[in-house]
C-alpha cells in the first residue's frame, strides 16, 4: 500500500504509519498532485547575455535575471575581485559558465562564486564589468551602468 510501511502494530494488527504518510499538504497520505503545468525555468545568465546583446531581452528583463543568477569570478591569492586595469576605467572580469572562465583564465584558474545581486552589493565604486569577455556574447557595463543597475535594484526592492 502506497505511503505506509509494510510492518504490523502489535496492537491493532492493522499497517503503521511510515514517515511518509502524512506527505504532502493535501492530507491523507497523498502527495500533491503534479502541477498541469510546470512552471517554465528562468534563463540561464549564459542564455540573458545572449538574448540581451542581440536585442531579443530588455534591460530590466536581463538585470532581473542576472540578479538571481551564478556568476563566476576569477580570484587571486587575497580575497576579492581581480580587476583589469589596462581599459579607460578599471572593470572586473565575470563569467556566465564555469566554461567561460576556462576559456578565459585556464582550466587550474582558481575562482569564487556569487550572485550578480551579490556582485551589485560588493562591487567597488569606480568599477565596471565585463561578462564573458573572451564569449561571442561579451557584454561591458562601465561604472555609470553599474550605478544604474544598483538604482533600479534598490527602487525596484524598496519602491
Keep these: 500500500m ?7 502494530n502489535p496492537g491493532s494488527g492493522g499497517p503503521v504509519p511510515g514517515p511518509d504518510a502524512m ?3 493535501m492530507g ?3 502527495p500533491d498532485p503534479a502541477p498541469a503545468y510546470p512552471e517554465p525555468s528562468p534563463p540561464s545568465l549564459a542564455d540573458a ?5 542581440t536585442g531579443s531581452m530588455s534591460a530590466e528583463d536581463f538585470q532581473a535575471v542576472f540578479a538571481t543568477s551564478k556568476v563566476y569570478c576569477p580570484r587571486g591569492e587575497n580575497p576579492g575581485f ?3 586595469h589596462d581599459t579607460q576605467q578599471p572593470v572586473i572580469p565575470m563569467f556566465s559558465s564555469l566554461k567561460e572562465l576556462r576559456r578565459y583564465a585556464g582550466k587550474e584558474s582558481k575562482y569564487f ?3 550578480g545581486a551579490e556582485v551589485l552589493d560588493l562591487l567597488p565604486t569606480g568599477y565596471g564589468f565585463v561578462i564573458d569577455i573572451d564569449g561571442q556574447h561579451r557584454m561591458v557595463f562601465d561604472a555609470k551602468a553599474v550605478e544604474q543597475m544598483v538604482e533600479f535594484t534598490m527602487r525596484r ?3
Design 2 to 8: 502506497y505511503g505506509y510501511e509494510q510492518s504490523v
Design 23 to 25: 506527505a504532502g499538504s
Design 28 to 30: 491523507g497520505g497523498y
Design 49 to 53: 547575455v545572449r538574448a540581451f546583446t
Design 82 to 84: 581581480l580587476a583589469l
Design 113 to 115: 562564486v556569487i550572485t
Design 157 to 159: 526592492m524598496y519602491g
